[in-house]
């Protein structure tokens, strides 16, 4: 089950609304929680254009005046809700996950954070008494407007006592922060360029299977090995299928090292030595990389001399070898 959880500071626009269908409809998301919709009627919204299709269900919770407004929208075929609790800075849908063997008892809060330390602290025991007296799997995401740690924190201020509330609420509900990708800060103000980590998506470790995770090299490895399609003499397709799957561990390892660069540039400027350190030092684990592939392919050309016809049986139990 996917879920799609979007900041959109205001549903008055034509835009947003297909914004919001364009990146339902690219994560396949079947649950789309919206925050910051500043209307005060929230069936002014065209629901409908943000779904791709009619079967959906929705909550909302309208806006005080421009500030806050909730939406929860989910697709009916995935997800059948029973019950609906309605705040000005959460909205929990009570339901059962139907695209399950087993009947799953799903409880999904959509949270805007208030800005007050007092009410935070409030609504976080108001969502704490809530789930330790409702039974079933729990998903809670948002804007929360608060933080964990200073880290996560880029020239902007830091307060202690909200971090502190927060750490424990999560703690005493027994929820998991769950990593969603991308970059590091989920917030930036451009006037001042003060950076913040304040959308999150938190749930129970247990539930954790229903959620795609980030896959890393051995992944990579196997599924570009057995997507591989080719043809030709036995000693080309192996070939081929060398090239295929080193293209395809370079274009992940492309991707670790824009994401891991984003990371350090985002936590504090370079200075022109530490950039000229960083540099080197990625030239150096390339050359170390291109090395380490030659040895494979020698390795390889031997054991495929040896073992004749049986290349993709070999190569199988070759790469998963440790010793």
């Known amino acids: 089950m996917n879920f799609l959880s979007l900041n959109v500071r205001g549903m008055d626009e034509?835009?947003?609304t297909s914004w919001?269908?364009?990146?339902?409809?690219?994560h396949k998301a079947n649950f789309v929680g919206l925050q910051e919709t500043q209307?005060?009627?929230?069936?002014?919204i065209d629901i409908n254009g943000c779904w791709d299709s009619n079967a959906f269900d929705y909550a909302s919770v309208d806006a005080s005046g421009c500030s806050g407004g909730l939406i929860s929208i989910w697709d009916t075929f995935v997800f059948q809700n029973f019950d609906v609790i309605k705040n000005r800075h959460y909205l929990v849908v009570c339901g059962k996950y139907k695209d399950s063997s087993e009947s799953v008892i799903l409880n999904i809060v959509n949270v805007y954070g208030p800005q007050s330390i007092s009410e935070k602290k409030k609504v976080w025991l108001e969502l704490l008494n809530i789930i330790n007296g409702t039974p079933g799997t729990w998903v809670v995401f948002g804007d929360f407007n608060v933080v964990r740690d200073p880290g996560e924190r880029c020239n902007s201020q830091f307060c202690p006592y909200s971090a502190s509330d927060f750490n424990r609420f999560i703690h005493d509900a027994n929820l998991k922060d769950y990593n969603m990708g991308g970059e590091r800060f989920t917030y930036m103000s451009r006037v001042d360029a003060k950076l913040s980590k304040l959308d999150r998506f938190l749930t129970c470790p247990n539930y954790l299977q229903l959620f795609p995770l980030s896959y890393g090299f051995d992944q990579v490895v196997s599924d570009a090995w057995n997507c591989f399609r080719g043809f030709g003499t036995p000693d080309a397709y192996l070939a081929a299928k060398f090239r295929f799957l080193k293209d395809r561990i370079k274009k992940w390892r492309k991707d670790g090292d824009q994401k891991e660069r984003r990371e350090v540039e985002e936590s504090r400027s370079l200075s022109s030595d530490e950039q000229r350190?960083?540099?080197?030092?990625?030239?150096?684990?390339?050359?170390?990389e291109r090395l380490k592939a030659l040895d494979l392919k020698q390795k390889a050309h031997i054991k495929w001399t040896i073992d004749g016809d049986e290349n993709s049986k070999f190569f199988h139990g070759y790469i998963n070898n440790k010793n």
């Open 277 to 288: 350190i960083w540099a080197d030092g990625i030239r150096k684990i390339m050359e170390w």
């Open 39 to 44: 209307l005060s009627f929230s069936s002014s």
């Open 14 to 16: 034509v835009m947003k």
């Open 20 to 26: 919001v269908r364009r990146l339902k409809v690219k």
